[in-house]
Each structure stands twice: as C-alpha cells, then as structure tokens.
C-alpha cells in the first residue's frame, strides 16, 4: 500500500524527510483522504508506483490553536473536532467551526484536519468554503527556503489543485477574527444528516452599520472547480439592509456564481437552484439573528479524557520499542497495512470491516484514547501508542454495560455492526455519563447498521446510561 511509513518527532526533521523524498513520498496528518486516494490509485509517485508515507501525527506542537492580535492561528495538525470544541473559533470565525461539524462523523472529525481538507482541495470540502469567506492565509514551508504565506484563494489554484512545492509542508492556517458586528454562518446541503458529501454549500458573513451593511462576503462549495466567493452578490449587498427583496435579489445573483455540473448525486439544474435556497437561508437567519441556532452547546467528540490533540499519549505506551499496547497486552503489528487488516491478523476480529473506506464505523477501535477508523489509520501509526478494541471492552462472562443492554434492548440482529456501536456509545458514555438522545444518536452517525435500525441501539444507549448510574452499578 506505501513505500515506507516515516514518523517524524520533530517538524524540521519532516521538512528534511519531505525535501529527501519530495513527489516519492506525501505528508500524511489524519490520513482521511490520502490513504482513500491511495488506495483507489489516483495518488501515486510520478512513475505510478506506490507512495511513501511521511506521518505528521507524532510531531508537538502542530495541533495548537491559537490568537494572536486579530487572528486566530491553526496549526497544520488541527482537527475538525478541535475546530468544533473552540471557543475561539465559536466566537469569532463561528462558519468554520459550523462547517467542521458537519465534516463526516466523530471517528473521521477526531483524525481528519483543516489542513489536509485544504490540500485535498475538493470543491466539496465543506471547510474550505468558510475559510474562503474568512479571507484565511495559510503559510507553507520547506527545509530549503523557509516560510511563505499566501492568502487561501491564491493557494488553490485549480480542481484539487493547491500552490504546493514537493519539498513543502502546510505549517499553518490563519484567519482574521470576525470583529463584533460581524456574523457568518455555513449551511451544508447533502443527501443526509452525516457522512454525506456536501452537494451544495454557502458560507456567508455580513458586516452591519448604522446605514446597511458595511460587508458581505459569500462563497460556494460544490459547484464550482475550485470554491470561489460569488462577488456580484457581495457587491450588491454593500451598503443595503435585509429586506426580503434585497435577499431574493442577492440569492439570485450568487446563483450566477455557480456553474454546477450533474453527477450521480444531484442534477446541475437541482444544485444551481439550491445555492439560491441556500444563500437566501442563510442571509434570513443572520437576519434574524437564528444562524447558531441547534447549534450544541457541547458537542459529541468521542475524545473521551482527551483534549483532541495529536500526538495524544507519550509514543512509550508499549514500554518496547516497535510495538503497540493493544487492550493492555504489548503487540507487535504487521506494518504496511491499515490498523485494521493489522489488527485482525492478530485475532483482533472483533474489528470489522464494512466498507474500509471509513463509511461504516464497523472498525471503530480507541487509538491513545480517541475514537477512530482503524481501516483510515496505518498499522505503524499504533506503535507506541495504545489501542483498544471491542475485546477490552467486555467477554461473553462480563459484557460491558452497552454490550448487555443491546441485548435487552434488541439492539443486535446479524451483529456484524455491533461491535463498531459499542465502541462509540463506550466512549460516549466515558465522556457524558447521562446523555440525551440526540446526543446519543450524535455519537452514533459514523456507524452503519443495515438490519436494526438505530431506535432500539439508541435506546440500549438510554438504557446503559441508566444503568451506570444505578447504585446496583456503582
Ligand atoms: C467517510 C468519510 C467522510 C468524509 N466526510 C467529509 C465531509 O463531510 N466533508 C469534507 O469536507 N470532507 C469529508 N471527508 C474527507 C476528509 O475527511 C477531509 O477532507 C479531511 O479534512 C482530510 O484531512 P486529513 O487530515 O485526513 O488529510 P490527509 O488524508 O492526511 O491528507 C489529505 C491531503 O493533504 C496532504 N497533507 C495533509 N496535511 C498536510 C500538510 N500539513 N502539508 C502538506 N500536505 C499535507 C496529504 O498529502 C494529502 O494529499 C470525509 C472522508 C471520509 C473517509
Ligand atoms: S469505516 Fe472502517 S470498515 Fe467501514
Ligand atoms: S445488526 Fe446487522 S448490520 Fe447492524
């Protein structure tokens, strides 16, 4: 699947192995993408062969987000849940955290970064679209010749297509704080509630004044080749108060921004009327003052104890080097391979696999803690670090408490997706002992169940919260 897998401790040392390596070898942070492209073939070195890896996870200090003098700075390791737990990034770039929670499910928000939705450069990654409205810069660097920063509409330069050297690495991404009369939202159109490709979005950002407003910015993902602000209906809202008229008016103008194209998910002519809906949403929302409305107070991360950094743990879990500690037992994994195929090669078949292209969450699995996709995670990315799978949860003798109440719940029919649900639910339950229902069916949306149905799984979640608070339990 890949050359080698580097993991590098330090980020001079990845701008070293980066400049060595160059187009041979790609920068890897969540692998959410990358190691998809992979293994679909459309990433491949320059003579068609397979990739090295050059795995950013373990390097400190990438994953911080930070404010400095009217900016907020995310560094290159930042995830969408970090995005979505940030108080920062709520209050004043809140169509960035908005569009981070809307990216996949937890186990994807918990690996899958900013940056490498960036670099990816889909017209259908949901956070490039905010950051095109925020005016973001990112800053790129290589061992050679230092640091650059561009503004983000200059980076990306064509249909996944960014303005990144062979020797560089994307270090950070920063953005200009909305100031107080400022408010934005970001509204997501897929063909679901989760896990589903975004196929129309709008970002937009109004400034007001005493007479009208003194800013608007919109920009457009999905229906576009590269994600682009639609600038006549900026323009014509400058300087106008939100009326109905002026809405319709700049909704109509923003869908001449968009040159959309029929796929197998929506038709162009679907797509282009959407932006219109869409933009003309989101505008009566800000209006109105409702943009964060269901907005949750304290999301589901599936992080448990963790605060959702990488490198999480302190790389000497397993006490000997080469191995990882899985459910407290030092093992050595077979490497060049997912975490997955690894795992169950060494009997971990409790470890399903449902789609291995981090759809289904049937290979849920806790890495230093998080909830992630062990089909979305290198093998090497364990070593040093600790993993735990359904095994160390519960045995047929002391199920733990999710376990036995899918049972009474009816919870369970082929079981092939159970383990993946109790996985989730575990860690929901360490990270809010009593939640609710939405909560519950939150935690649950990275995991496909095709016989159930999720009311009775959701209910064994009720059901084991109650029973972890029962004094019989406790
Ligand atoms: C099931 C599933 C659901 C998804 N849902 C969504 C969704 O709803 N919305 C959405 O927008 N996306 C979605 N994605 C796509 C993906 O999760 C995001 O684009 C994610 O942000 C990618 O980040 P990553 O850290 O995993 O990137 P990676 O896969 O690690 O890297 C992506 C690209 O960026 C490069 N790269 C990464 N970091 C750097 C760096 N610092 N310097 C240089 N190059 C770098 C890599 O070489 C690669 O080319 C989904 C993916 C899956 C599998
Ligand atoms: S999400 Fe990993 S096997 Fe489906
Ligand atoms: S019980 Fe069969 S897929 Fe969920």
Redesign the pocket.
Known sequence: MYTFYASPATLNEALTLKALHGPQARIMAGGTDLLLEMERGVRRAPDGGELGLIDLTRVSGLAEISEEEGWIHLGSLVTHNQVVASSSIVSHAFPLARACWEVGAP?IRNRGTVAGNIITASPANDAIVPLMALDATVTVASADRGKRTLPLAQFSTGFRQVDLADDEILTRISIPKLNNSARGTFIKLGLRRAQAISLVSVAVIVEEGEDGLTDARISLGAVTPVIARAQKAETFLRGKQLTDEVIDEAARLAMTAAHPIDDLRASAVYRLEMVGTLTRRALRQLRDGRERAGWPETPVLLWGENDGRWPAGNGEAAGSPGQALVNGEPLTLTGGQ?L?DSLREAGFTGV?????????????VYLDGMAV????TPAERAVGSQVVTVEGLGDPQHLAPVQEALVEAGGVQCGYCTP?FVMSAAKLLEERPRPTRDEAAAALT?N?CRCTGYVKIIDAVMLASEKKRSPRDS
Do not use: D, H
């Open positions: 186990q997912t997955l399903k696999e449902g789609c291995a292209e981090g759809e289904c969450g049937a290979c849920t996709l062990a089909c979305m993946g990275g496909f």
